[in-house]
């Protein structure tokens, strides 16, 4: 997990756009229980303010790894 319990997520939308951003983990979760609802917005809570979403839209959620990664091997 990422320091303060916060991680980098992709929201990709149906139409092809993706906006990434960083969340905390808590609005990540609070994001994917609404994913389930016939909701048809969520205002999604960021670092820097917020966003709304149109849930119908969303294609996919896409989580980063907290992994480090330097160099070109493993």
Same mark, same amino acid.
């Given at each position: 997990?990422s =320091?303060?319990?916060?991680v980098? $997520? #992709?929201? &990709? /939308?149906a139409?092809?756009?993706? +906006?990434?951003?960083? $969340?905390?983990?808590?609005?990540? *979760?609070?994001?994917n229980?609404?994913l389930?609802t =016939?909701? =048809?917005? /969520?205002?999604?809570? +960021?670092?820097?303010?917020a966003?709304?979403? #149109?849930l *119908? ?7 980063d #790894?907290? *992994?480090?990664? $330097? &160099? /070109?091997?493993?």
């Amino acid at each position: 997990m990422s =320091p303060k319990g916060h991680v980098k $997520v #992709s929201i &990709g /939308f149906a139409g092809g756009q993706v +906006l990434s951003v960083r $969340v905390a983990t808590d609005a990540l *979760a609070s994001l994917n229980a609404a994913l389930g609802t =016939p909701a =048809p917005w /969520f205002d999604l809570e +960021l670092d820097d303010g917020a966003v709304r979403i #149109s849930l *119908a839209q969303i294609a996919y959620v896409r989580v980063d #790894s907290d *992994a480090a990664l $330097v &160099g /070109f091997g493993a």
